[in-house]
């Protein structure tokens, strides 16, 4: 079992920036792709980012292509999603994701076993 805990979200103005966080417990990432994916109310949970478990392969959403960074610290068992030029779009409940093999498709939630609680993100114009 891998528990996930983001923190970092807040309320932020358009063009700021602000960094996510998922701090893993109970098993070491290095073997987990690790995704971002977030929701806004009435939507449905759509992918952000995430990054493979060798940390070679990184993929985003084109609508933050540019703005947003995933990385990954293996020795602090953590990852991040540094986001700037944030906009009002951006609002939403942000989840962290750990998928384990077999590897699917990163950019589908189906792909990951393990989620987080979620931080809100609130981006005013």
């Known amino acids: 079992q891998v528990q996930l805990v983001e923190s970092g979200g807040g309320l932020v103005q358009a063009g700021d920036s602000l960094r996510l966080s998922c701090a893993a417990s109970?098993?070491?990432?290095?073997?987990?792709?690790m995704g971002w994916f977030r929701q806004a109310p009435g939507k449905d949970r759509e992918f952000v980012s995430a990054v493979t478990f060798t940390g070679s392969t990184i993929y985003y959403a084109d609508s933050v292509k540019g703005r947003f960074t995933i990385s990954r610290d293996n020795a602090k068992n953590t990852v991040y999603l540094q986001m700037n030029s944030l906009k009002p779009e951006d609002t939403a409940v942000y989840y962290c994701?750990?998928?384990?093999?077999?590897?699917?498709?990163?950019?589908?939630?189906?792909?990951?076993?393990?989620w987080g609680q979620g931080t809100q993100l609130t981006v005013s114009s």
């Open positions: 109970g098993r070491t990432i290095t073997s987990y792709t």
């Open positions: 994701a750990a998928a384990g093999r077999p590897y699917g498709n990163p950019r589908y939630p189906d792909a990951y076993a393990y």
